[in-house]
């Protein structure tokens, strides 16, 4: 987890965006210092002005590139060690609608359309449960598919065994998927 | 309340230190003193709120607060998957977490073993450090970009009753 690699060289360049922009960005991926004026220390470093660091927080929210501000847990760290990607075979016409309706359960924590990679890999839809313990999370899904009426569809459970690396959501580095 | 790191945290964790975690994995205010923010509306002072953040982020139970950015927006991103002998598994697994832009790589039950997260400033260059991973690994990597997302959450209710009894 956390290598300290510089993340400014390695997040990503939108066209025309200012540096300080690519600046806050990159600093924003390690999180916000724990002082009472985070923003204004993080405007400092960006070289902006704490109330444009804001703005700029505020349209990344609202354009949909910051999906959530807030405590980004490990939940391996709170003994929820059961982490189960569940992978489906969906006819191609179905896949939007059983994908919208898993997302819509709350065990569901990710809900993704991937494609498939004949012969090896014919799974089209991948939800992840997490859970407590992995029995707990089975019968989540149990429960799931028989609400949904998925019963026909192939599907696979791949629990993780181990984490040689937990990420949660930065491009270099470290939390929870 | 200690800053230590025993491995299952959640019976440590206090009424306030859960109340933080339960109210805030989203929503956090931006203002110009979001933790008096945050403070004020679970009752307790700015200082506490600050000093039980960095206590979470110091024990581990936080990785950080701040952002979590849509990977699809921010760069270019795509899971992958390989197919290594079992009995190797974690000398792959270093070589995969020792490539540029690896973000997750998990162990799973199934011939594809292990499960990464490769990440790259574009799409050129995610495609050339999949190809050099490839050539370090001798093993052809599936590749599984996301072409439709049903759920973009990331934050989950914790059940703190059931991490009682574990």
Redesign the interface.
């Known amino acids: ?2 290598t300290a ?1 510089p993340l400014s060289l ?4 939108a066209p025309g965006e200012p540096d300080a922009h690519r600046r806050l ?1 990159a600093l ?5 210092p ?7 220390a993080l405007a400092e470093q960006a070289g902006m002005a ?1 109330e444009e660091v ?1 703005a700029c ?2 349209r ?2 609202a354009d ?12 391996r ?4 060690q059961a ?1 189960a ?1 569940v992978v489906w075979d969906v006819p191609d016409e179905r896949v ?1 609608l059983v ?2 309706r ?2 819509r359960e ?1 065990a ?8 498939r ?1 004949l012969p ?2 014919p799974y089209n839809l ?2 992840m449960i ?4 992995r029995e ?1 999370v089975l019968g989540e899904l149990a429960a799931i598919v028989e609400r949904l009426d998925l019963g026909e569809l192939e599907h ?22 | 309340m200690h800053c230590q790191a025993p491995k299952n945290q959640a019976r440590d964790l206090d009424t306030l230190d859960r109340r933080l975690i339960d109210s805030y994995q989203r929503g956090l205010p931006v203002c110009t003193r979001p933790f008096h923010t945050v403070a004020e509306r679970l009752g307790t002072s700015e200082a506490e709120v600050i000093a039980r953040l960095e206590c979470l982020q110091a024990r581990g139970v936080l990785s950080r607060v701040g952002p979590v950015f849509d990977h699809a927006r921010a760069g270019a991103s795509l899971l992958a998957a390989v197919a290594v002998p079992e009995a190797e598994r974690d000398a792959f697994a270093e070589l995969i977490n020792a490539a540029p832009g690896v973000n997750h790589n998990y162990a799973r039950e199934h011939d594809y073993n292990l499960w990464f997260v490769m990440t790259a400033p574009d799409e050129p260059e995610l495609e050339a450090r999949l190809e050099t991973l490839e050539s370090r690994l001798g093993l052809p990597i599936l590749r599984l970009p996301m072409l439709e997302g049903f759920h973009i959450d990331l934050s989950f209710p914790i059940p703190w009753a059931e991490l009682e009894r574990t």
């Not at chain 1, 390695?10 to 360049?13: E, P």
């Not at chain 1, 724990?34 to 204004?40: E, I, K």
């Not at chain 1, 999906?67 to 847990?73: I, S």
């Not at chain 1, 997490?130 to 313990?133: D, E, F, L, N, T």
């Open positions: 987890m956390s690699t390695d997040t990503a360049r960005r924003l991926e390690q999180g916000l724990l002082t009472p004026r985070p923003w204004q704490e804001m927080v505020r990344w929210q949909g590139m910051i999906k959530r501000l807030g405590l980004v847990v490990r939940h760290r709170l003994g929820i982490n990607m939007a994908g919208r898993l997302a709350t569901v924590t990710l809900c993704y359309r991937r494609p990679r090896d890999w991948f939800c997490h859970g407590a313990r707990r696979r459970v791949l629990f993780s065994t181990h984490a040689y690396r937990q990420c949660g959501g930065r491009y270099v580095r470290e939390g929870a998927a």
